[in-house]
Nanobody, 124 residues
């Protein structure tokens, strides 16, 4: 049974930083591309960042490029999202997702497994 468990969310002031973690179990972690998505109240879930199986390629939404960094540790079965220079509009529930693929998916429908989400609130 595949499980993805996010942690690291919280309340932070604008301009601050947070690091989200997502611990995976029940899968061959190094065979899966991973992504981070977010969903604000009343809005659709949107792509934030993704990373290939080996970690050698990453892709970001324009809204977070230069501020967020996705990384992974295949030895720890964990993916991270370092978020710097946070803005009020980054407030959302953040989800990690996994799919067994060689590519670097960016769409919600491409991912097979999802975590339960962690709340990030940025106060202005």
């Amino acid at each position: 049974q595949v499980q993805l468990v996010e942690s690291g969310g919280g309340l932070v002031q604008a301009g601050g930083s947070l690091r989200l973690s997502c611990a995976a179990s029940g899968l061959t972690f190094s065979s899966y591309a991973l992504g981070w998505f977010r969903q604000a109240p009343g809005k659709e879930r949107e792509f934030v960042a993704s990373i290939t199986r080996s970690g050698d390629n990453t892709y970001y939404a324009d809204s977070v490029k230069g501020r967020f960094t996705i990384s992974r540790d295949n030895a720890k079965n964990t993916v991270y999202l370092q978020m710097n220079s946070l803005k009020a509009e980054d407030t959302a529930v953040y989800y990690c997702a996994a799919v067994r693929t060689r590519s670097i998916p960016t769409m919600v429908r491409e991912y097979a497994y999802w975590g339960q989400g962690t709340q990030v609130t940025v106060s202005s």
